[in-house]
């Protein structure tokens, strides 16, 4: 007896619409106890392939800004170009049809076929016939529709949706794949091996191509000037969907749409490296349909002669083009690099994060871009980690998408007295007043902060009571289970200005400008006294600014107005530093990211975006990048031996750290001081910012987690500890939490080197 | 400007091919060696089928193709049939290990997609550096422009089932004969 495909009662599609929260919090218990481990495997597995096939690209950046530009011009000139393609289609003999709708795009598919008298259609892998479901139309009409990529034949064999957009059933292991087959089969054939699975699938499919009287495909690019067509595939379905039926119809969105085929040259190796990190996958079709090329007759008929259609739907397309925001969407060439490197994605894939099509960090702009904003509820477990934003090809930034989601479903939740009152105490922007309760909380950080630090003792007490934590669980959303940092008896900002000035005078000159972030400033100042040491132990002149908010917590809870005034007050509050020729050296990184790439968003003047960015360093790569300059030697700065920590060290890189290219000075200055230092290499702790104290996502953070705390246990398998280091706060939480042990940061290691 | 590739260029296109899985096997350019090469591939296949060449001379196939086991014209039976499919490429890819493979031509798109192996034809000066360069006018005499045609990188694969398994709808083995 095999193990039953799905043990538990909740089944994919009863929660695919995650409009209704609930159906999104199902959708996670649903894919952690049952579909986790494949889909970590799975991703995990394209994602590693990524990095090493784009890093073969040898001018990468050079193509993603090709791809890019290429995307803007066409999605700009999108009505001209639909009109160049519908004339080429139709000079290459073809037939050309702009659906409105999904249901348009159906009935002109459906009448086609029926013309044509068809029975049975095979179908080549298309998201987009998803979208419309294009299948249910077409059964209606007693039409048998033979999905042939071997991933859709697992979703229609289980009736599922799919879970990611280009291998919709990674969900599936291979014994749940045996099961299923095992059950609606009743085969006595051995199913054990993926050989004879594929090869069961191929025997049934084989047959329906023979016999199908039309193929229907999607479409990855088409050229304007041609009316050609990409497609990308491994399996030879598609080739074979294009290539025998005399009747073939590609359907595919407007946005598809690119001027010429020359401009096929980016994507040609962008979105295979991108996609599943191969340098090209077994087959990319560039077709120009309809070909000349006899179609394949079944023995004893003779050949049809080809009829093409190409379908092009629109279903909310153009309003996205309209959108400030959400055209950026239209770029997209669906290649899933930023669900593949999503450390949440890689736990609980498109069951719980996507909806009934479209999947992943940009699968929200997706489903609100053609469907209803709500269904874009997924969008939550986008945590703003920003791992995606430097793989996507034609750079989109995904997390900005997602916080406009974000915003507008707090607006479309509707405002409350409640809410209002607690946005104006903690100090929400007006038009963020109507966000939930938890959001505000998270987004005014440090307004609880000030409060908290000024009765630390009594705010620390009551953090224990469980009335406390009961009250913050159901009204602000704070998980009972996380340990909440305490806060501080003294500020960062008091700590420093206890703190003696060095007895020699500075030698970096004007030196740097340390921010005085919320985090460190009320939730770990020792942390940042370390670094302000270990600035000062190298020589530079250290000043401290005044404690701000940066945005970013408010940015991440979608409150993008309350983010744009606290980031226009944070650049006041820098840009002096700067023109006195100071750096900024910021200790949290999620603030780094503010600096470096979020105040595009939120402030107005250029200039002063360009100059944040410039200038501003993580500390250790402050280190690294400028103070190494002036010749020093680590190895006599900070002697690793010298620290009561001893030297074996496992380091943790925050997420928006790494994005912002700023992770690996850090383990180059330690090492160069001589530590012993093993990295992790999961792309987030699972913690996320505020994302991992919610109570509603408390289980998935554990379970991102996992893959870190697994990673710390394999690096001390020889017996020896290690001390655990992160630069992040909430890494460090989370490491914490998972580790039961301290975690420091990189500059407390540092300063246990000094002499006294 | 020249786009074709040098003697490393060649190196390259077969360690990636290989890589992809596919197998390479290099030959003096004439009828007697092109006949031998691709029945070493073929080995002990009752039948094979045969896409004549549009780019190449035929009479460098006309030793191959006056084999009996040879099908040119195949029936509809014979092309679901049977082991073995020889076509032509018009490109090669150094960088991927690629060859481009014309389908909007008569059987070409058939012979090198229903048969369990396939057997790709392709002369060095053929072999361009990367995917990219064959949407260029002035490469190949921007063939790769107006054809409908494949990229080919190995066999066809899936890892929809679980472990990545080799050999799905279209062929389960790719042979490269490169022509020096």
New interface residues.
Partial sequence: MAAPVNPIDIQPRQVANKSDKRALLEAIRMTLSVQSAAIRH?TQ?FNRNRYTAVA?IADYDAMKDRARATKEKAIANLPELLRQLEASVRANGGHFFLAKTAADANQYIRDVLVKHAVKLVVKGKSITSEETRLNHSLEAVGIKVAE????EF?LQVADEQPSHII?P??H????R?TALFKSKFQTDLPLD???E??RF??EI??QQ??AADAGISGANLIAAD?GSLMLVE????I??TT??PPLHIAIAGIEKIVPS??D???F??LLPASATG????????????P????S??????SPKPREFHLVLIDNGRSTMREDPVLHEALYCIRCSACLNVCANFETVGGHAFGGETYSGGIGGSWEAGTGKLMNARFSELCTGCSRCIPQCPVRIDIPWLNQNLRQRMNHADGSSMTKSLFGSLTGSAPEDKAAPLPKQFFANYHTFGKWGTRIASLANESNHLPAARNFMEAVLGVDHRRELPPFPAKTWEQLFSEEPRPATAATIQPGVAVLADTFTNFGAPERGMAVIRVLRAVGADVVLTPSIPDGRAAMSQGMIDTARQQARAMAETLVPYLQTGRKIVVVEPSVLAMLRFDCKHLLDDPQTVAALAANSFEPLQFLWEVVTKSGSNWATVFPAAKSRFGTRLFYHAHCQQRTCDAGTQTTDVLRAAGFDVVTSSVECCGMAGSFGYKHDFYELSMAVGADLFAQVRNAEQDGEPRILVASGISCHEQLAAGMRRTVLHPAEVLVSTLTR | MPMTVSQSGLEQFEAAATAAVATVDTIDRSPAALRDAIWRAAGDSNRVLYAPPQDHPAELFAEFARDPRVRADPTAEELVNTPAGVTEAFAGVARTGSVCVDVGYQRTGMASLLAPLHIAVLAAENIVPQPRDLFRDDVLGGKGLTRSFVFITGPSATADMGPLVRGVHGPHRLHIIILR
């Fill in positions: 799975n597995t073969r042939s990529d071997l991933a697992i291998a059933a990674l599936y292991s291979r014994e794949i091996t993926g050989e699975l594929t699938a191929r499919l084989r191509f023979i041609s491994s399996e030879g379905n080739r074979m290539l025998l085929r020359i096929f040259q980016p040609v190796e191969q340098p090209l996958t077994s087959y990319v079709s560039i077709l120009r349909p070909m000349t090329a006899p394949f007759a079944a023995p004893g008929k």
